[in-house]
């Protein structure tokens, strides 16, 4: 597997409280990517990054912010969680071609 | 931006037959079509991919074509075996962006 993990696999949040979602990479590749998976919707892109301090906004990225100070790290943000964020987050890294993903994380919202 | 779309959303074969899923895609500049494929609890992995200057890819019992013109594309799994069975996602990029743009899956059961 390519050195992408994900933390923390499994978080329980309340609803108006931020949560920071992080991924990291030993494979220093350029592009990161966060995706949300929901039953029916398949993988909808929420943010991805270009490079060190160079991200963009996906089609579904209300709601969330992401920063990236170093290539390894790629950090997604919910400002203030609500119970519609509830989901399976997916990281992914690129560098020319094959996306690579990480192990998941199963955010709840309560 | 890039919207793709994906048929159908469940498909269910008898083992041995064949199953066909299709893509189509909106932006033109788009010229990288993976395919991924996801076991139950388990993140998605590249089973084949297929760049815009090709028109058919094979690998094994795995085949992937791409028609231009009409911006679609399709996964054809020959010879299925229950080890096939999982969600299946196409996706489209372009090279001036890498935006990496899903479908919204394919769930494929392998009847024994």
């Known amino acids: 597997d390519a050195g992408i993990t994900q933390s923390p696999r499994h978080k329980v949040t309340e609803t108006g409280t931020p949560v920071t979602l992080r991924c990291h990479q030993t494979?220093?590749?350029?592009?990161m990517y966060w995706y949300r998976q929901d039953p029916g919707h398949g993988l909808r892109l929420i943010h991805y990054?270009?490079?060190?301090?160079?991200?963009d906004k996906g089609e579904v990225s209300d709601g969330y912010s992401v920063s990236r100070s170093k290539t390894e790290d790629f950090l997604l943000t919910l400002e203030s969680a609500t119970s519609s964020q509830t989901s399976v987050y997916f990281c992914a890294i690129r560098g020319n071609t094959e996306a690579f993903f990480g192990q998941g994380t199963r955010l709840t919202v309560v | 931006g890039e919207n793709v779309e994906q048929h159908p959303s469940t498909l269910s074969v008898q083992e041995g037959d064949s199953a066909v899923i299709k893509c189509t895609y909106s932006d033109s500049a788009s010229n990288y079509f993976p395919w991924y494929k996801q076991e139950l609890g388990k993140r998605p992995q590249l089973i084949i991919d297929i760049r815009s200057n090709v028109g058919e890819k094979k690998d094994q019992r795995i085949a992937v074509t791409l028609n231009k013109t009409a911006k679609h594309f399709s996964l054809h799994i020959t010879e299925t075996q229950p080890e096939d069975s999982a969600v299946y996602f196409c996706a489209a990029s372009a090279s001036n962006d890498y935006k990496l743009s899903f479908g919204a899956g394919t769930t494929v059961t392998v009847r024994a």
């Open positions: 494979e220093n590749h350029r592009y």
């Open positions: 990054s270009y490079g060190v301090k160079d991200t």
